[in-house]
């Protein structure tokens, strides 16, 4: 049998398809079309489509797998279909993608390996877009669906095919991004009044992703992760990736659709084959700067949080994260006061959202070491220890003087560390369905970083009155 060929990279392109912004997903795929695959290179695109069975309004989900051809056409390369028996799914749900990356990780070899996702974030997982509940928020909303005629398809979904999607949004019902299923074809609504967010978002849990990496590259490693999606330096993630993945590319906080330089980064790929993965990800933060300079997005630039992160040493900062904790939670009585005020009063959400209370983990560790080290011995001892292995962690990043200078003009202190953290103000109740809390304590939902910390019993002793 002819031994299989060996690439310098493999890149596989992960998009969710339902992602709003076509706009922004085709011009990644021009992108790096026009690079093309010069050099050593192999390039794949797994798209995971949602679609809606209009005679009966039941969800399903479709696998495409393509190659990006190493030989242009017309002076462009083009993606292809990969068809194969192995790509063949009876009734695909929402794990299908894996197939794709057991086939592609199977069947192809590279001495590196690179992912880049393309959809919405949601700090512990991606393609976080399908639906929930549609519910009227006023009463020009109410009489806009109200007015549209909707169909019954089933005893649980309406449908809206596009048309009469945009006559409810022209009549004044502005979809959110987590509510209804959108898709070329129309949108599906739930019937139901009975809100329940975390059955109804189809999000790829990142404790998921880590699970099928593991088992679709057995003894190997994705060298750069590269994700065009919000909210993903989240500590939890680094460390539940941190067996399988070297460096991850991600922001704290939120990032526009159009992503990195995506044809920079494929020449990149193909004239420095050996340059090493960290030099890699510097040059892909910098060029990304030179983009959007370049190209006039400075209002996007001057938001980021942007960073590149080392993963192997984050088993290491979770231990110093949890000598810290620890002598917090046996001494919570002492410092609780100087704990409620640091989160109330000192600390902004990095997401701006409070579906998605998260904070600055480095600037927490900071200021709580800072006003509570007077009160408990050692405190300190743990806070440099993490200071230490932050230097090590994080690579570059890409945060503007615009948004440090917060910092010096606002009494709350803005996420910039490229290490944020679940810290909700006040207790949410489970039943509420919070995006991010049912991450964190269903326990149907693997999360590595939940069973190897006390994270959560902290919270309960801080929440307690």
């Known amino acids: 049998m002819e031994n ?28 790096i079309r026009k690079a093309g695959c010069s050099g050593n290179i192999v390039v ?18 479709k696998l495409t797998v393509l190659q990006l051809e190493s030989a242009p056409t017309m002076g462009r390369s083009r993606f292809k279909p990969v068809h194969s028996p192995d790509l063949q799914i009876n009734n695909p749900d929402r794990h299908c993608w894996e197939t794709a990356f057991k ?18 974030g949601a700090a512990y997982g991606i393609n976080r877009n399908t639906g929930t509940v549609l519910r009227p928020k006023n009463q020009m909303e109410l009489m806009a669906l109200q007015n549209a005629s909707l169909t019954l398809k089933s005893n649980k979904y309406y449908w809206l095919d596009k048309k009469e999607t945009n006559q ?23 019937k139901t009044a009975q809100m329940d967010l975390c059955k109804n978002l189809e999000i790829l849990w990142m404790s998921e992703l880590a699970d099928a990496l ?35 590319v991600a922001p704290e906080g ?12 494929m020449q990149r790929l193909g004239d420095s084959p050996d340059m090493p993965s960290e030099a890699l990800v510097t040059y892909i933060l910098k060029d990304l700067k030179s983009l959007y300079e370049r190209d006039g997005n400075i209002s996007e630039l001057l938001s980021m949080t942007l960073f590149a992160n080392r993963l192997k040493f984050y088993p290491l900062a979770l231990k110093a994260f949890e000598g810290f904790i620890e002598l917090l939670i046996d001494n919570m009585a002492l410092v609780k006061g100087e704990l409620r005020d640091i989160r109330n009063n000192q600390i902004h959400i990095v997401t701006g959202d409070d579906r998605l209370p998260l904070i600055d983990a480095g600037i927490w560790i900071k200021l709580v070491a800072e006003q509570c080290s007077k009160k408990i011995n050692r405190l300190t001892v743990y806070s440099d ?15 503007t003087d615009t948004l440090r200078q917060k ?3 606002f009494p709350i202190n803005f996420g910039y560390t490229g290490l944020s953290l679940f810290y909700p103000q006040s207790a949410i109740k489970k039943d509420e369905q919070s995006v991010v809390w049912c991450a964190n304590f269903d326990p149907s939902i693997p999360a590595p970083f939940q069973k190897n910390s006390k994270w959560n019993l902290f919270l309960d002793r801080y929440f307690l009155p």
């Open 407 to 409: 910092d010096e003009d």
């Open 4 to 31: 299989p060929k060996l690439y310098d990279w493999m890149v596989v392109v992960f998009l969710h398809e339902i992602f709003e912004d076509q706009d922004a997903s085709r011009q990644m795929e021009e992108a």
């Open 168 to 190: 409810v949004e022209e009549k004044g019902y502005h979809f959110p991004l987590n509510e209804g299923l959108r898709s070329n074809e129309g949108s599906a609504i739930e």
């Open 44 to 61: 794949f695109m797994v798209r995971d489509d949602i679609t809606v069975d209009q005679a009966t309004g039941l969800f399903s989900f």
């Open 214 to 248: 593991d088992r679709c590259l057995p003894g190997g490693y994705i060298d750069v992760f590269l994700m065009v999606n919000c909210y993903m330096q989240l500590f939890d993630n680094g460390y539940t990736l941190s067996k399988k993945v070297k460096f991850l």
């Open 385 to 399: 220890f993490f200071v230490s292995l932050h230097k090590k962690i994080v690579i570059n990043y890409l945060v």
């Open 103 to 120: 086939y592609i990780y199977s069947n192809f070899y590279a001495e590196r390996n690179m992912i880049i996702s393309f959809s919405h």
């Open 254 to 265: 939120g990032f526009t659709a159009k992503g990195y330089d995506f044809g920079k980064l």
